[in-house]
């Protein structure tokens, strides 16, 4: 009789922990399909980001030119004035050469400030991207 109840009571034992068992492995392919999505959004944000930094570096680039030029035509501008304070069309010139460049250089800070912000943000999702796969590498073993 004791070798009966003592059966009974292992079999139920093992039927309880293969319950326990089966719901945890439930939660684990649940968390592995969550974790690989969120790999695969990110995948793709971070081509998408990658993709639009070339972009970004050339409008810098342009705009790094643009500003040279505007800085190069102050100057002339300036230099032309130089003697003639009294001429209105020279003095008129200057101010929009002056105002040209000061805009430009503006444009240009804006887009590397806009090109510095992309590359801090893909440095950070490659990190979120990494820390992912190893969560996820981590639940299939």
Do not use: P, W, Y
Not at 101 to 119: F, I, P
């Amino acid at each position: 009789m004791r070798k009966v109840i003592i059966m009974v009571c292992a079999g139920f034992l093992f039927c309880i922990a293969t319950v326990n068992a089966q719901k945890n492995n439930a939660a684990n392919k649940e968390k592995i399909i969550d974790l690989t999505r969120t790999i695969e959004i990110q995948q793709k944000e971070l081509a998408s980001l990658e993709s639009n930094l070339d972009e970004l570096k050339k409008t810098a680039s342009d705009k790094a030119e643009a500003a040279s030029k505007s800085a190069d035509a102050n100057k002339k501008a300036a230099n032309n004035l130089k003697g003639n304070e009294s001429e209105k069309k020279k003095a008129k010139r200057a101010d929009k050469a002056a105002s040209r460049a000061t805009s430009d250089a503006k444009s240009l800070r804006l887009a590397n400030e806009k090109v510095k912000k992309a590359e801090k943000k893909i440095k950070s999702l490659q990190s979120k991207i990494e820390s992912n796969q190893k969560k996820l590498e981590e639940l299939k073993h």
